[in-house]
């Protein structure tokens, strides 16, 4: 499970549409029908097969995925303030 949830982190680093079983934690990673896809196992090749058919979803997934993406230099720069606000 761990190693799972890391793929769907992983996946919206790099902005690309996920698509996931319906466990627990994928609600945590994927926003279903805005940046991916969250479907029970027994459907989930449906899934897949819908997104690799449709170019218009896969870019629509692939934009909205982007706002996800993590700018390191920020998160330094915020926890340095943090930091220096506790001293």
């Not at 992983?10 to 279903?32: A, K, N, Q, W």
């Not at 993406?69 to 926890?79: G, P, S, Y």
Request: aromatic letters at 12%; one cysteine or more; proline letters at 2%.
């Amino acid at each position: 499970l761990y190693k799972y949830r890391t793929f769907l982190f992983l996946g919206r680093i790099f902005g690309l549409p996920v698509v996931s079983t319906d466990f627990g934690s994928s609600y945590e990673f994927v926003d279903d029908g805005c940046d991916g896809m969250i479907r029970p196992i027994e459907k989930i090749h449906e899934a897949i097969s819908a997104l690799i058919g449709n170019k218009d979803t896969y870019n629509k997934f692939r934009q909205n995925s982007k706002c996800h993406l993590i700018d390191n230099e920020k998160i330094v720069k915020q926890f340095d303030v943090l930091l220096n606000s506790l001293s």
